[in-house]
């Protein structure tokens, strides 16, 4: 009796090797920059940087310098949705994920907002929290002039391409 699953010697078939899935990869939603857009855009995450590298060397920053440790404080992330510290920031810089002064602002001040959540205000470390922030606000005001340049060129130049796209439709 022949059966169609064995092989004519009558043993069973080799099993088919495990294929990964693979996933879709999406189109990236963002519109592809121009050099004279990613020289501004590189030039901003650059100054930001600067700035978190300043941050992180004041005393006050050490807390806040690398992501809160899973292991020791697993309860911190059923607390906090959005964590963020200076070595994530100093990452997203490097990505060039910061295209305005007000999202790297929003992100900084985000460490202070999240610190007070879990700690409570009588708590050291959001009092050092505060103090970073403001030392980060008082930096980003002494490059204000720099960032608003940067800024301008890279909004200018986004406006000028979308004006482009327009009158080609």
Known sequence: VYEASLLPDGSAPPKAPKVAKIKAVKPNPAPLLSPEQQAALAGLNHLFHQILTQLSGLPMAWPFAKPVNRKEYPHYYA???????????????????????EAFW???????????????????????????????????????????????????????????EVSIE
């Open 79 to 101: 607390i906090i949705a959005q964590p963020i510290d200076l070595s994530t920031m100093k990452i997203r810089c490097k990505r060039q994920a910061y295209r305005t002064r």
């Open 106 to 164: 929003q992100e900084l001040e985000r460490i202070h907002t999240n610190c007070l959540t879990f700690n409570l205000a009588d708590h050291p470390f959001t009092g050092m929290a505060w103090d970073l922030i403001e030392r980060g606000k008082e930096l980003l005001e002494r490059h204000s002039p720099e960032i608003d340049r940067l800024e301008h060129s890279l909004s200018s130049l986004m406006a000028a391409a979308e004006e482009e």
